[in-house]
């Protein structure tokens, strides 16, 4: 998807959390650095990461928004999802 993404969209400011080496820094690290940096986060992860987004929205921090692509969508509905969401 992230292939996809780059090359119908050269252009786009993506940050991967695998390129920046934070595979497997805790979820509430992701969603720090997505809200200090103003971005929305794209995730497969439906299980943790969007109900600790919405924890920090209770709790009035920060939070640009968590895009949820199910893994079962297929890579072309999943850049169509995102696209239709910048």
Not at 54 to 78: H, I, N, Q, T
Request: glycine share 8%; charged share 25%; aromatic share 2%.
């Amino acid at each position: 998807m992230v292939d996809g993404l780059r090359s119908r969209h050269p252009h786009l400011d993506l940050l991967i959390i695998d390129e920046l080496g934070l595979r497997s820094a805790p979820d509430e690290a992701v969603l720090s650095l997505a809200a200090d940096s103003d971005r929305v986060l794209v995730t497969h992860d439906a299980n943790t990461l969007v109900g600790l987004a919405w924890d920090r929205v209770r709790r009035g921090e920060a939070m640009p928004g968590v895009l949820l692509v199910p893994w079962l969508l297929s890579v072309g509905r999943g850049i169509e999802a995102v696209e239709s969401a910048m």
